[in-house]
């Protein structure tokens, strides 16, 4: 019996990016005082005791965990954000835990019905994922800086991130607002991921949320965000996420999500929910990237390396105006490897993203290796 053949399973989807740095990483590992891999937002640092605790007590419970998650949860998700991104308008109704936010990302598009014909703006400088979710669904991808390859029509769906991937760019409340005009008057769906939010280094411009009421007036229509313990709480190997906006769109992902078995294990939600009601921890890990933040900055100035944007975030973006490949090997032959900023798109092809996810220990060593170099 024959049948049409078959186009395989990612045939369509770039390299992943961190394939195309093998060389480097070989480069860096070679170096005689060890590598320091600052090419990756892994967090390093323990999870919170009081976190493991929540796990451990919950490791009994037997049955499937529901989709939309318990109400505990839900609550637990809603005070946060209430309380900590003034985010008014959210309600229980409108929460959706999630196995992590890159599968989250990776497939809004499909999940929510986006594909051939429609369009997905992404931004300039773009997390990799926005455009896989594009080219997964079918869709049309076009960044934010090519918005005049619109012509009349109107995109589907806008991806915005703030505080930004890899930039560590924050986008003020006039620059939402204006965002959420956008997709009003077109009748676009905003996912802002916002999964950074709780890493901000510039008490003058300190990130804001979509769905803060300054942003929105608390009108939550055809806006998402999109929200992660990964960073904030060291939560990376949980997956421990959420959506929460338009009540209507979070039914559609809920209906969808139900009949494909995505559900955020029990374990995880009992996680969530003591790194939610416990703030400490989340303000013990954010003064531990503060210091090491602090000493790359330095070694960096230091070494006539220009640092851009990074007012929040996990990452420096850094330049000294050369292509990102010749940086990475410099980088590389101190042992140290970092990320290309072509992996996000044409506009970073001169800059790198360097992480604060390495030790104490490491940050330190790896700001001395870069001055000694300088």
Known sequence: MSHPPRTPAGANLPDFPWDTIA?????????????????????????????????????????????????????????????RYNMVGCTTDAVLPVIGTKELIAGLPSLLGIGAGHTVVI?????????????????????????????????????????GNPTGKVLGVNHLKKVVDFARERDCIVAADECYIGLGWNKDNPPVSILDEEVCGGDTRNLLAIHSLSKSSNLASYRAGWLMGDGSLIGELLAVRKHTGFMVPWLVQQAMIAALNNPDQEKLQYLRYAARREMLVAALTEAGFRIDNSEAGLYLWATRGEDCRKTLDWFASLGILVAPGDFYGPRGTNHVRIALTGTDQQCEQAGWRIVRAA
Do not use: W
């Open 123 to 163: 931004p300039e400088i773009a997390y990799p994922t926005y455009e896989v979710s594009a080219i997964m669904s079918g869709a049309r991808c076009v960044r934010a800086d090519s918005l005049t390859q619109l012509g009349p029509s109107s995109p589907t769906l806008m991806f915005i991130n703030s505080p």
């Open 23 to 83: 060389e480097a990483k070989k480069t860096a590992a070679a170096h005689p005082d060890g590598l320091i891999n600052l090419s990756v937002g892994t967090p390093v640092d323990e999870v919170s005791p009081i976190i493991q605790l929540a796990v451990a007590e919950a490791a009994g419970f037997p049955g499937y965990p529901t989709t939309h998650g318990t109400d505990a949860l839900r609550d637990a998700i809603v005070n946060h954000c209430r309380s």
